[in-house]
């Protein structure tokens, strides 16, 4: 065995928040190579503490701002 990670595929609305069962728009992949999947706000929530158990984070949160099409207010 060489040790090379497996390309992550993308998540897609069957992939849910482990914490809330939101679609997920996070994957964490960790070194025992389980994973955990989260929504962007429980991702935002727990990052700090994921980061350090992480072998790799695959974060697709821009698809949501993407997906949505809203522009930002203007600036006042």
Partial sequence: MTGAMAPTK???ALDV???CGAQAYVRVVL???GELLFCA???RQHADALAKIASEIQDETDRLTKASGAA????R
């Fill in 10 to 12: 993308p998540l897609n």
């Fill in 17 to 19: 928040c482990d914490r």
């Fill in 31 to 33: 070194a025992g190579s």
């Fill in 41 to 43: 706000h429980h991702n």
């Fill in 72 to 75: 930002a207010p203007p600036a």
